[in-house]
Structures are given as C-alpha cells and as structure tokens.
C-alpha cells in the first residue's frame, strides 16, 4: 500500500494546479515588482492580480493585503509591532491559552519588555468563555490577540462575538487563521477584525508564502527593515512565483468547496471514532465532534498506548500522523493545548495522536487507517497484559 498522508494540519501537498502555476511564471516571470521596465511591470501585474483574488476572499480590500514568509511573520509583526506602536496607550494584551507557538512566543518576549499578558483558560473542548474574556478587558488593553480555530484540536473562537466587542474599545483585534483560511467563509468587516494571518502550505500551495491582513488604518513601523516594497510595510523583493501559485490555491476554494470539504472531513471524523470504538478500541475525543468545528482536524486520546509508540508503529505501517503540533512535535515537551484543557496530571498528554484531512485524503485510506490503529493498539494491548 501507498503510505498514507493524515497531517494536513501539518502542511499539504501543493495541487498539480499550483505547481503548473508556479513553475509557468518561474519560467516567465522572473522581474523585480519594484522595477519600472517590461519585465517589472509584468511581474507587479501578476502579483496584484493574486492580491485581488486573496483581498477578495476575505472581503477586504487589496491596500490591506501584506504578502509575507508565512503565518509565524505575520503573527509576529502584528503582535510584536502593534504593542511597540501603542505602548503609550497602554501595555495589557489578551491571547488564550492554546495559541501556536507563532503567538505565544512573541508574546513571551513582549512579556519579558514590561508588557502584560492574560491567557484566557479553555474548558475540556477546547473553548474559551466570553465571561472570561470580558472580564479580562480593561481601558488599558492595546491587542487582543485570539486564533479563529485551534490547530491540535479543531475548536473554534468565538470571533464575531469577540469582535463585536471590541469595535468600540482602543483594542486592535488580531487572529491567527492559519489553520481555518481555506476552510471557513472569512468575512473581516463582518467580524471586525484587525489584523488576520495565512499561510499558503495549509492550502495546498507553496511554502515561505503568507500574508497579513491589516486594515487600513491599522499603522505601525515595518518589521522587517530595508526597501519599500509592500507598500513599505514589508521590506525584501517579492516572490513572484509563490505569489502566483498562493492565488491560485486560493481561487479552488470557492464557499462551496469550503463547505463540500467540511461535510467531508466531519464524516471522516465520525467514521474513524465509530470504527475504532466498533473494532473494539479504547477511545476518546479530545474536544468534542461538531460539524461547525474544524473538522479537518480529530485529535483523539488511544487508553493505555504512549503517543511516540503510537506514533512509530503507524510511521512503520505506513501512516504519517502527529503526536500534536508539528511545530513542537519534535520534542519532548506535552501538548500545552491538552495540558490547558485536561490538566498536566491528565494521561491524555501522553497518550493522544492527531489526525488531519487534506483535499486529497479518502474514504478508502480513512478505512485502512481505522485497521491499522485497531491491529497496534491489539498487539500492544496484549503485550501489556502478558507483561
């Protein structure tokens, strides 16, 4: 059997649509944006044309529209930049919790340069309070800083509340919608947001490609210092063909193929616990199964069985999942979403994997995944009890 491919929340393959774009204007379209020649201006056209498409499909206008290398930059010029330009206003910041790493570690630094920090607690579905989230307002806040949907667990923010909220408060409202472009209809007048982070990988397009949305008004230095591309908002010569291909990507997911991949993955989800659980296997679901959720991701509690076991013996059969975020998988340090939401002392830590749908995912490989947990987690079973 081909190896199968369920860490989509990790990054995706880029589509055969998008490499042919790429590689079309990386043979033809090598110019430098800034320039004022035939080769300039058939590259700057090529890259307003993907700015129209992406401004488009958050409903915002193509001025607000910053290309960058991904989602950890525009994270972190939003938030490390916002609390530099307004800390005459004030130097209180809002996030929660379970925040990528791309948030939680510039707000460290923000923490350690006199900036205070509240970390709204979740509950055991990954959900934040807007109790919680009012009380921790005050005239003194300058950034509220809140993912749309959360990475390991699929829960989702209450964003139009949040924004609602905020409309009339000094607060410039951030979220990082890294995992949920692409999948979510993203409405930024609507919700009143900010400030808005992507990444092109998470789409099936191309990696070091992102944007931030930055509403007009919304003013601070550039954080990376040099020309004046972007509109001066963002230094370094742009990547033409990664631009290119990002519009593309973002031109396949029109709303009904956002909500056609949703039904899917959520029947993917409901598939996997049900066969597990039929098969016999002690499961659990860290969060809860909801069709509003982000049902590309299920992150699921395996009784009795470590994660890295796990982990190794579906990588041996052929199975590429993660054992959490892919930006921390690789150490030994437990999920500080789990532990947010069950607990440090909680066995789940230690024993969840995560598992995320990609456009090419089927039901056929959901099937032979659901076999391939069930004959592990027997084997394993038994050796624990002949031990």
Same mark, same amino acid.
């Given at each position: 059997?081909? !190896?199968?491919?369920?860490?989509?929340?990790?990054?995706?393959?880029?589509?055969? $649509?998008? &490499?042919? $774009?790429?590689?079309?204007?990386?043979?033809?379209?090598?110019?430098?944006?800034?320039?004022?020649?035939?080769?300039?201006?058939?590259?700057?056209?090529?890259?307003?044309?993907?700015?129209?498409?992406?401004?488009?499909?958050?409903?915002?206008?193509?001025?607000?529209?910053?290309?960058?290398?991904?989602?950890?930059?525009?994270?972190?010029?939003?938030?490390?930049?916002?609390?530099?330009?307004?800390?005459?206003?004030?130097?209180?910041?809002?996030?929660?919790?379970?925040?990528? $790493?791309?948030?939680?570690? !510039?707000?460290?630094?923000?923490?350690?340069?006199?900036?205070?920090?509240?970390?709204?607690?979740?509950?055991?579905?990954?959900?934040?309070?807007?109790?919680?989230?009012?009380?921790?307002?005050?005239?003194?806040?300058?950034?509220?800083?809140?993912?749309?949907?959360?990475?390991?667990?699929?829960?989702?923010?209450?964003?139009?509340?949040?924004?609602?909220?905020?409309?009339?408060?000094?607060?410039?409202?951030?979220?990082?919608?890294?995992?949920?472009?692409?999948?979510?209809?993203?409405?930024?007048?609507?919700?009143?947001?900010?400030?808005?982070s992507t990444s092109a990988h998470k789409i099936n397009g191309p990696k070091m490609i992102g944007f931030l949305y930055r509403r007009n008004g919304i003013n601070f230095p550039s954080f990376v210092k040099g020309g004046e591309q972007e509109d001066k908002r963002r230094a370094g010569t742009e990547n033409i063909p990664a &631009?290119?291909?990002?519009?593309?990507?973002?031109?396949?997911?029109?709303?009904?193929?956002?909500?056609?991949?949703?039904?899917?993955?959520?029947?993917?989800?409901?598939?996997?616990?049900?066969?597990?659980?039929?098969?016999?296997?002690?499961?659990?679901?860290?969060?809860?199964?909801?069709?509003?959720?982000?049902?590309?991701?299920?992150?699921?509690?395996?009784?009795?069985?470590?994660?890295?076991?796990?982990?190794?013996?579906?990588?041996?059969?052929?199975?590429?999942?993660?054992?959490?975020?892919?930006?921390?998988?690789?150490?030994?340090? !437990?999920?500080?979403?789990?532990?947010?939401?069950?607990?440090?002392?909680?066995?789940?830590?230690? $024993?969840? &994997?995560?598992?995320?749908?990609?456009?090419?995912?089927?039901?056929?490989? &959901?099937?032979?995944?659901?076999?391939?947990?069930?004959?592990?987690?027997?084997?394993?079973?038994?050796?624990?009890?002949?031990?």
């Amino acid at each position: 059997m081909e !190896p199968v491919y369920l860490d989509n929340a990790a990054t995706t393959p880029m589509s055969e $649509e998008v &490499i042919a $774009e790429m590689t079309d204007k990386m043979n033809h379209v090598w110019g430098n944006a800034s320039t004022t020649y035939s080769f300039g201006r058939k590259a700057h056209t090529v890259m307003e044309d993907s700015r129209q498409i992406i401004a488009d499909s958050i409903n915002a206008a193509t001025t607000e529209i910053t290309f960058t290398s991904g989602g950890s930059e525009s994270d972190n010029t939003a938030i490390v930049q916002t609390a530099i330009a307004r800390q005459n206003l004030g130097k209180h910041i809002i996030t929660t919790a379970i925040e990528h $790493e791309a948030v939680l570690k !510039p707000l460290q630094y923000l923490e350690s340069q006199g900036f205070e920090v509240t970390y709204l607690p979740v509950d055991q579905n990954g959900n934040i309070s807007l109790s919680d989230f009012k009380n921790a307002l005050r005239d003194d806040t300058i950034l509220v800083t809140i993912m749309m949907g959360n990475n390991e667990v699929g829960s989702r923010m209450p964003i139009h509340e949040i924004g609602e909220l905020l409309k009339d408060h000094q607060a410039w409202f951030h979220t990082d919608a890294v995992q949920t472009y692409g999948l979510l209809d993203i409405d930024v007048k609507r919700d009143h947001i900010d400030m808005l982070s992507t990444s092109a990988h998470k789409i099936n397009g191309p990696k070091m490609i992102g944007f931030l949305y930055r509403r007009n008004g919304i003013n601070f230095p550039s954080f990376v210092k040099g020309g004046e591309q972007e509109d001066k908002r963002r230094a370094g010569t742009e990547n033409i063909p990664a &631009i290119a291909a990002f519009g593309t990507a973002v031109s396949v997911l029109t709303s009904a193929e956002k909500r056609a991949r949703q039904t899917k993955y959520f029947e993917f989800k409901n598939r996997i616990i049900n066969g597990l659980q039929a098969n016999g296997v002690a499961v659990e679901v860290n969060g809860e199964i909801k069709p509003d959720n982000l049902n590309h991701v299920l992150n699921i509690w395996l009784k009795g069985i470590s994660t890295y076991v796990m982990q190794t013996n579906l990588d041996l059969a052929g199975f590429a999942i993660s054992g959490g975020s892919a930006c921390t998988a690789g150490n030994l340090e !437990p999920s500080h979403v789990l532990t947010a939401m069950y607990g440090e002392n909680s066995p789940r830590i230690s $024993e969840s &994997i995560r598992i995320s749908f990609g456009r090419y995912t089927t039901k056929e490989q &959901i099937d032979a995944f659901i076999q391939a947990v069930t004959k592990i987690a027997n084997r394993l079973t038994e050796k624990s009890e002949v031990s």
